[in-house]
């Protein structure tokens, strides 16, 4: 039986978007993978307690003192009395759960969770804070800060390569870029992170005037800006239109 082999015709691997990974060099390694083991505990805990609670919370009825006589308590009925001998007593005996315990190791297993994944407790409402400078919260975001950088390292390695390759099959169709002009695209990440509009705002004021930034990065830094070509052509314009109307005026 005649086999048909491949010979490498030169093609390029495809792109994949991955992280580190110590025993492979073309896979990633998940997150899922830090956090398997703490979602089981956790997932265990709560079934366990939950458990314990309808099936061990049922309570025995006991009496103490001299043996009822007759039909003894009545099984079907609710509210029903009973009388005793004096000195005897009747109560009601059950499992105790200890809730406190559950409660610390659950809190430990969900800061440890919290650290694992570096997710800042004050995100998810699990701690309250009030009152923040912007720097405080830099600090309580620093790790998510971190993570989000080897993120974004990863994810831009991949999209270079993808760029290097739709620069390459552009070539084919005959639109070449110099290394000068290719060198110019660049793509910017923006962090979910929670900041001080005001205080930002403020910082690009006092750096205009202190002539120390451009037009293009102050716009590159507001918050309320998104799309910074977008806003530097609508200031043109608006710039163009001033200009045409002192002209009438005058």
Same mark, same amino acid.
């Given at each position: ?29 998940s997150e899922l993978d830090d956090w398997i083991e703490i979602l089981d505990s956790m997932e265990d ?33 609710v509210g029903g009395g009973i009388t005793l001998d004096d000195g005897a007593d009747f109560k009601f ?38 009152? +923040?400078? %912007?720097?405080? @919260? *830099? ?5 998510? /800060?971190? $993570?989000?950088? +080897?993120? %974004?390292?990863? @994810? *831009? ?5 993808? /760029?290097? $390759? ?67 052509k609508r200031l043109g314009n608006q710039k163009d239109n001033n200009n045409s109307v002192d002209n009438?005026?005058?």
């Amino acid at each position: 039986m005649k086999r048909n082999t491949v010979q490498n015709s030169g093609v390029n691997p495809p792109i994949v978007y991955h992280n580190d990974n110590e025993l492979s060099d073309v896979e990633g390694r998940s997150e899922l993978d830090d956090w398997i083991e703490i979602l089981d505990s956790m997932e265990d805990l709560i079934s366990k307690y939950t458990d314990s609670f309808y099936k061990f919370m049922n309570p025995i009825p006991v009496a103490i003192g001299q043996q009822l006589k007759g039909d003894g308590i009545p099984s079907n009925i609710v509210g029903g009395g009973i009388t005793l001998d004096d000195g005897a007593d009747f109560k009601f005996e059950g499992n105790k759960l200890d809730y406190k315990s559950f409660e610390t190791i659950y809190k430990t297993l969900l800061q440890a969770l919290l650290d694992t994944s570096s997710t800042p407790s004050v995100s998810v409402n699990k701690a309250d804070v009030s009152n +923040l400078s %912007e720097v405080s @919260i *830099r600090l309580l975001f620093s790790l998510a /800060n971190v $993570k989000a950088g +080897l993120n %974004e390292q990863y @994810i *831009r390695e991949g999209i270079e390569q993808r /760029n290097e $390759k739709i620069r390459q099959l552009l070539s084919l169709q005959g639109t070449t870029f110099d290394d000068e002009s290719f060198n110019t695209l660049d793509f910017v990440f923006h962090y979910n992170m929670p900041s001080n509009d005001k205080e930002t705002i403020e910082n690009l004021e006092k750096l205009e005037g202190m002539g120390a930034i451009s037009l293009e990065t102050i716009l590159a830094k507001n918050p309320y800006v998104n799309d910074v070509a977008t806003e530097l052509k609508r200031l043109g314009n608006q710039k163009d239109n001033n200009n045409s109307v002192d002209n009438v005026d005058n």
